[in-house]
Antibody, heavy 120, light 106 residues
């Protein structure tokens, strides 16, 4: 069964870059119709879609974050990554990686989430 | 596209019927999903394309609607159902989520 696991620093300094990686196990990141996404949730708040990537490298980002976000994929490692630069306190959140399955038009599998705190 | 959910909070008894609504600021056809989230856990997909039950989700959950108005119904609330429920539209970029409906024990 396909599983996702986020990894990366839990603490990032103000104005620096947040970097997280999601490792896919139990399946291939090159599976057709699978997009690999990031969603975040600030403490006590709702969910915000950051963006997603196809194994070809094609991306789609939330315009609210587009100028600061890069999502990339490494098919050799079955991983995809998130980079968010120039972070502020507003970027403190649990970050989830998730599989968007086109056959379902929904995020069908989620990682457990990684809390990232922006500190001064 | 903005999604609004109502109510934002509801208190219900075990065995009771619960209905919550998600409204979109513009037509999202049937490209709407519902997720359940428990504290400290990742969201879990319940319903996709407005009314299709995800595999493994109990049949007491059902979704309906199209266009701009959608509902999620729990026919007989169970202790495991106390959680926050989010709708999400995937008809247009950027994908957006509603603010959630929290279901608590009465």
């Amino acid at each position: 069964q396909l599983q996702l696991q986020e990894s990366g620093p839990g603490l990032v300094k103000l104005s620096e870059t947040l970097s997280l990686t999601c490792t896919v196990s139990g399946g291939s990141i090159t599976t057709s119709n699978y997009y690999w996404g990031w969603i975040r949730q600030a403490p006590g708040k709702g969910l915000e879609w950051i963006g997603y990537i196809y194994h070809s490298g094609s991306t789609n980002y939330n315009p609210s974050l587009k100028s600061r976000v890069t999502i990339s994929v490494d098919t050799s490692k079955n991983q995809f990554s998130l980079k968010l630069n120039s972070v502020t306190a507003a970027d403190t959140a649990v970050h989830y990686c998730a599989l968007y399955d086109v056959d379902f038009d929904a995020f069908t599998i989620w990682g457990q989430g990684r809390m990232v705190t922006v500190s001064s | 596209i903005q999604l609004t959910q109502s109510p934002s909070f509801l208190s219900a008894s075990v065995g009771g019927r619960v209905t919550m609504t998600c409204r979109a600021s513009q037509d999202v056809t049937s490209y709407l999903a519902w997720y359940q989230q428990k504290p400290g856990r990742a969201p879990n997909l319940l319903i996709y394309t407005a009314s299709t039950l995800q595999s493994g989700v109990p049949s007491r959950f059902s979704g309906s609607g199209s266009g701009t108005e959608f509902t999620l119904t729990i026919s007989s609330l169970q202790p495991d159902d106390f959680a926050t429920y989010y709708c999400q539209q995937v008809n247009n970029y950027p994908f957006t989520f509603g603010p959630g409906t929290k279901v608590d024990i009465k």
